[in-house]
Every structure is written in structure tokens, then in C-alpha cells.
């Protein structure tokens, strides 16, 4: 499934994609799906945007790809199972959940997530024996994942207006 | 309703083991007509109705691992106090030696269960750790002279003591069973435990709110769908905000009924990602949609109504047929809920089964989980849907 150039090219779009989410307000991460060496689904952080916190750049990205499934009459399965996704970041325990539910066989990622990550930072959701939850994944870490940090830490330390005050910042 | 009299004599001859249970089940029934008839009867006489009828559940908090678990045991040494002037000497001596970091939950001194022996009081000295089973050494090995006069101590002998505080009554009975440990008691948890969290009318609202949930499962089903559904309430109103079932056959594989009402929710808040007019029945209570100061598009615009609003669905509580996977279950997290109810397990189901992401460390959120209401019919409708 591709080698370390093909990887580069669609990592580099999906930081441009990522870069995006940044400008809008949102945590920098960026996702691309590719099928037959064709993006068929990209997507960004849109959780502030659409106020549901499950919407994650991956969760967005296979909406697209679904959307060209029904598009194109192609069966759903059998597109996931030849697909590659490229994320800035590690995806979350939640996302990597869905991965694993539509058995997408390979993620190819940059940085970690020490916040949420199920691919082994906070939980292995990619690779732990769930029989009743799809197929478990294969991933590649670390493409440009100096960058990928870099944007998170930008991110942030700027003040995010949505989230709830929390406890320590009242004592201010 | 009522058994014949013969049915009662039989009953209550079976043995008392049924009757206890019975009882036992009668505290988490529902208020009913059955409570308003004659309480001068025994309870037992009952049992053959109470269990025909479906309504009877229990519901049980799902804990952290550490909670549930079996504590484990660690060996020490422990020595009887043979001069019981010498323990407060002897005590601090010993912990100055012997401070047992990170078992602080350890009791030093015990009073000795054999009432008839003449030394009352036992003191635990340390831990065995990096020293050969069996062999109990001698005190002086133990302690050494320089560091702490042995006069007053008896010979040293092994002991078991739990290697962490314990955070249940239960796990609490079972380490002081050992060795004698504090106990700073969550009241919520232990009630929660013994089935006494929830008053007979919240049983009842439950148990509505999971007809419902179990109600719309049946119809999502009826379309192709798993048979799972979801009924998302806000406790303080007591008003059921969403009702969504899974959707996968129908739109989408990850729409699960969890992430139809967290969507359902941002719907109602002005933003949303999917559109439920295919599927009618999944959809966000008017009354609260229309209500002012809720589900204002611009609510985050202003600082001021971020106070009064609850972001995502904070606040709220969940109730779901069947236990969440493990991409509804971080859902969750993400969401903020408040409460998770669910009716039965599922064999990867992460709120308990698989993994226990409510208590997961590392994770920004944490929530309650509870699960067994209406766990039959619950059961049954997973079952349907293999």
C-alpha cells in the first residue's frame, strides 16, 4: 500500500487541511482518504462549527467517502477495506473505533495524541482483540509529527471559546 | 394477582432463600398497584407473580477497575507487642524504620483477634518484598538494634495485608479481613451498591425512559436496523430531550443510536452534521427546541449564555438498550454526559464489558454508568439483532 514518497504527498495535504481548521478556529488536525491512489473523502475539525464534539477530521472525512459510495453505487465495504487514511494526528479512542467498525486497513499518521489517542497513547483501540468490533489496523507513525505538534501547541494557546470554563481558570 | 393460599403455604416451605430474594426484588420493583394490596400477607406468597411479570430489574453502578476488583494481598511481617507500655515507643521506632510508603491505608498496630492471649496487640513491622517465602527471619534481622530497641516485641510471624486502600464496603470488608485498613467511604457508591442510590419514583422514570428507548429500538429495527435505541434526558427538567435509534442500514454504519442523539442534540443547538428526515423517529423534543434561551444558533457568540447553556450535552443523562461500543462510548466522553443507564451488556462494549472509558484515566472527562434496567427485554432485543 504505497511506500514513504506517496505517504509524504498525501501527508503534506493533509496538514494543508489541517492548516484550514487552525484558520477556522478549531483543533488543527487534517484527514485524507484515499482509494486507488484517489482522495475520495478529506475532512477537518468541524466540532465548534456543527456543536457535536464527535465531529473530528476523520469522522468528516468517511461521511465524504460514504457520500461517493452512494454516489458512485460502490459498496461501502469493500472501498473501506482498500483504503488508506492520512491524519495529522493520531486518531482518538473514538475514531479509531470507527476505523475499526468500517475495516480500514491502514492509518498513516504524524503526530501522537497524548490527550485522547486510541492507536496506544491513551488506549490501543487499534490493534486490541475485539472480535465484535470490526477488524483491528495497522499504522505508521511520526510523518512530520514535529509539525503536527507544532500546530496543536499554536491551537492550543489560544483560548477556546466553546469549551466550558473550567474549574482552575475561575480561581483567576 | 393473588396467589391461592395453598400456593403460599407451598412457598413458603420451599425455603427461605427464595423468599429473601424475592424480597430483594421487591425493593428495585417499580412502584405499582402490587404496592398498595395487603402488606399483612408475607411477600413470598408472591413470588410466582413477581416473577412472571417482566418489570422486575436491578440496576448496578458499573466502577473503575479498581473499585470492582479483588483486592490483592502483599506479605508482611507482624509481631505481638508482648509490653503493651512499649507500642507508642515501639510505633515510632518502627515507621521511622519502616515508613511503608504508599501503604498508608495500613493500620499499624492491630488488637489481636484470640481475646484469650496475653499480648492484645499485634504491630506490623514491613513488607517481605526481595526476602525467601517461609523462613520468617528473626527480629533482629528485621530491625535492626541501632535503628530500634526490639524490648517489648515477640516474635516475628508472616501476615497478609491488602496492598491498596480500599474504595467499596465491600472490598473494604474483605481487607480488614486481613489486616485492619481506613476506610474514607463514598456514601453515593455504597448506596449505589446496595441498591439504595434511587428512590422508587426514579426507578420508575427509569424504567419510562428505557420503555422508550427499548419502544423506538423495535421500530429502527423494523427498517433494517439494529435493534438499538437511545433516550437522551435532562434530569433536571426530567424532560427527554432525544429519542434516536441506530441507523446504520439506513444511512449511515457509524450512525449508532448514541451518535443519532449527540447529533440530534447539536441539531437542536443550531449546528448538527446529518439530517434524520428519513428516519422520523429520531428526533429532538420540540418543546425544548422552541423553549427561549435554548438552542439559539448564536449561543456561543455570547460569553454571557455560555453560563446558562450547557455545552454539547453536558448535564444530561443517556439511557441506551444496550451497552455502547467503544466509538459511542468516547463519543460520550467528548460530549461531556453526565449519566450513562443502559439495559444489557455487550460483549465489546466499553462502558464495563471491554473497557471502562467513564473511569479511564489520562481522559478530561469522567461520568456515572449504571446498568440492568430492564436488562431482560434489554437482552432480548440484542438478541434479536445478532
Known sequence: MGNGAEWQRWMEEAFRVAKEALESGEVPVGCLMVYNNTVLGQGRNEVNETKNATRHAEMVAIDQVLAWCHDHSKNPTEVFEQMVMYVTVEPCIMCAGALRLLKIPLVVYGCRNERFGGCGSVLNVAADDLPNTGTSFQCIAGYRAEEAVEMLKIFYKQENPNAPKSKARKKD | ??????????????????????????????PSQEDHDVTAEPRCKRRRSMESESCSWNILPVLSEEASREIEMLQAYAAPVLNKKETSRLLREVSALHPLEGLRHLKRVRAR????????????????????????????????????????????????????????????????AYWPTSFHENKQVTEALTGQLFSKEEKARMQRYMEQAIEVAHQGAE?????????????????????????????????????????????????????FDSCPLCSFAASVKEAPGIGVTDRFDDADSSSILPYICTGYDLYITREPCIMCAMALVHSRIQRVFYGAPSPDGALGSRYKIHTQKDLNHHFQVFRGILEEQCQQLREKSQ
Request: hydrophobic share 35%.
Open chain 2, 1 to 30: 394477582m393473588l396467589q391461592p393460599r395453598g400456593d403460599y403455604l407451598t412457598a413458603s416451605r420451599v425455603s427461605q432463600q427464595k423468599c429473601c430474594r424475592t424480597l430483594q426484588m421487591k425493593e428495585h420493583m417499580p
Open chain 2, 113 to 176: 483477634r484470640n481475646r484469650e492471649s496475653p499480648h492484645p496487640l499485634e504491630m506490623l513491622l514491613c513488607l517481605t518484598l526481595g526476602k525467601e517465602e517461609g523462613q520468617v527471619p528473626p527480629l533482629s534481622e528485621l530491625l535492626p538494634e541501632e535503628k530500634v530497641n526490639c524490648f517489648g516485641l515477640g516474635q516475628p510471624f508472616l501476615v497478609l495485608v491488602p496492598s491498596c486502600p480500599p474504595l467499596t464496603r465491600l472490598q473494604f470488608q474483605e481487607a480488614s
Open chain 2, 223 to 275: 427498517k433494517g436496523n439494529e435493534a438499538v435505541g437511545a433516550v437522551l434526558v435532562n434530569p433536571a427538567t426530567e424532560e427527554v430531550l432525544a429519542v434516536g435509534h441506530d441507523c446504520r442500514r439506513i444511512s449511515n454504519p457509524l450512525l449508532h443510536a448514541t451518535m443519532v442523539c449527540i447529533d440530534l442534540v447539536a441539531c437542536a443547538q443550531g449546528g448538527g452534521a446529518y439530517n
